[in-house]
Nanobody
């Protein structure tokens, strides 16, 4: 079965950097786009970034564009999110997702990891 396991969350001060990783298994990784999402307490889960199957094309939410970088390692079934210049409003649980399909290049997840917490203090 599909399994997605995130790692790399933590606490950082404003302006700092963090890297998240997601290990995928149980399916043909290269057949699917992948995405990152986040959910802050009391808010809906929001799309953050999408990477296409070949890892070349990427898309970002306006709120993270220029600060976050999504990438994938197809040889090792890994997904990454490099986050820099972090702000308190980036505080959330971050989830990786397999994209069942996309809407205007926004991933629509059909399988999810358990999430990893990112906390940015001012």
């Amino acid at each position: 079965q599909v399994r997605l396991v995130e790692s790399g969350g933590g606490s950082v001060q404003t302006g700092g950097s963090l890297s998240l990783a997601c290990a995928a298994s149980g399916y043909t990784y290269t057949s699917y786009w992948m995405g990152w999402f986040r959910q802050a307490p009391g808010k809906e889960r929001d799309w953050v970034a999408t990477v296409k199957s070949d890892g070349v094309l990427t898309y970002y939410a306006d709120s993270v564009k220029g600060r976050f970088t999504i990438s994938r390692d197809n040889a090792n079934n890994m997904l990454y999110l490099q986050m820099s210049n972090l702000k308190p409003e980036d505080t959330a649980m971050y989830y990786c997702a397999r994209c069942g399909y996309s809407v205007r290049n926004r991933c629509v997840g059909d399988n999810w990891g358990q999430g990893t917490q990112v906390t940015v203090s001012s």
